[in-house]
C-alpha cells in the first residue's frame, strides 16, 4: 500500500477538479475514510498532513478517538446509519455528522449532545429504494421541523450516488443536491446555514467536486 503516493494522486485531481471548474482548491475538504482499518493508518495518513478522518462503526469509532485524543486538530466525521440507541456513545466525540435522516434521530441528537452539532441532512437525490434520506421534497419541511432544536446546526446537505450511474447521471444527480443545498441556504433559517455540500467518493469525487462539493469521501483510493 503506497499511501502517499496514492494520497498525492487524490490530491492532485482534486486540485485539478477544483482549476477546472472555477472554485478554490481550499474549498474541498477531502475526509479520508479509514472504516476498514486499523489505527495505524489513521496515524500514517495523519503524518502525511491528513486532519479529517470518517468512521461508521461506533466501537471502532471511539477505539481510535481514544488513541488519537492527544492530537487535538484531527476532525471527526460519522457516516453511514445512526442506530438511535447509539446516539449516546458517538455524539460528543465526533465533529460532523453525515447522515441525519430523521427528525427521531434528531430528537436523539438533541437529548445526548453537550454542544451545538454540525450535522449533514441525508438526500436520497436518485430515490433508490435500498438507501436512506429524505426525497427532495421532504428536506424544507424537516428543516423547518428542526427550529425547536437547540443542539443541531446544519450545515449542509448529503447524498450517496447510485454505484452503477454513468458519468452523466452523476453531474444530474451531484447538479441536482446542489441546487438544492442553495434553495435551502436562502431559507436564512438560523439553526441551518446549509452552505455545505457533502458528495462525492473515490469513483466520482472529480465529477462531485465539479458539481460543487464541499466535502468528499475518499476510501479504496488512498489503500488501492
Known amino acids: 500500500m503506497n499511501l502517499q503516493g496514492n494520497l498525492n494522486s487524490v490530491r492532485e485531481k482534486i486540485a485539478q477538479s477544483a482549476i ?4 478554490k482548491i481550499e474549498d474541498v475538504h477531502m475526509i479520508a475514510v479509514t472504516k476498514y482499518f486499523d489505527v495505524g493508518i489513521n496515524q500514517h495518513l495523519y503524518d502525511l498532513g491528513v486532519s479529517e478522518f470518517a468512521e461508521n462503526r461506533v466501537d471502532k469509532f471511539i477505539l481510535k478517538a481514544t488513541i488519537l485524543a492527544q492530537y487535538e486538530d484531527i476532525i471527526w ?3 453511514g446509519n445512526l442506530q438511535r440507541r447509539k446516539v449516546k456513545k458517538v455524539i460528543n466525540h465526533i465533529d460532523y455528522f453525515h447522515a441525519l435522516d430523521s427528525f427521531a434521530l434528531a430528537q436523539e441528537i438533541e437529548k445526548y449532545a453537550c454542544e451545538l452539532k454540525k450535522c449533514f441532512v441525508e438526500v436520497n437525490v436518485s430515490g433508490e429504494e435500498s438507501k436512506h434520506g429524505f426525497s427532495v421534497e421532504e428536506v424544507e419541511p ?4 428542526l427550529c425547536l432544536l437547540t443542539k443541531i446546526q446544519v450545515v449542509g446537505l448529503m447524498t450517496m450516488a ?5 458519468s452523466e447521471e452523476l453531474h444530474e444527480y451531484f447538479g441536482k443536491l446542489k441546487n438544492l443545498q442553495e434553495e435551502m441556504s436562502k431559507l436564512n433559517l438560523p439553526y441551518a446555514p446549509c452552505t455545505q455540500t457533502s458528495m462525492g467518493m473515490s469513483s466520482d469525487f472529480e465529477i462531485a467536486i465539479e458539481q460543487g462539493a ?4 475518499i476510501g479504496s483510493a488512498l489503500y488501492e
Open 20 to 23: 477546472h471548474s472555477g472554485r
Open 77 to 79: 466525521h460519522f457516516i
Open 142 to 145: 424537516f428543516l423547518r421541523d
Open 162 to 166: 447510485p454505484f452503477a450511474a454513468t
Open 214 to 217: 464541499s466535502y468528499i469521501r
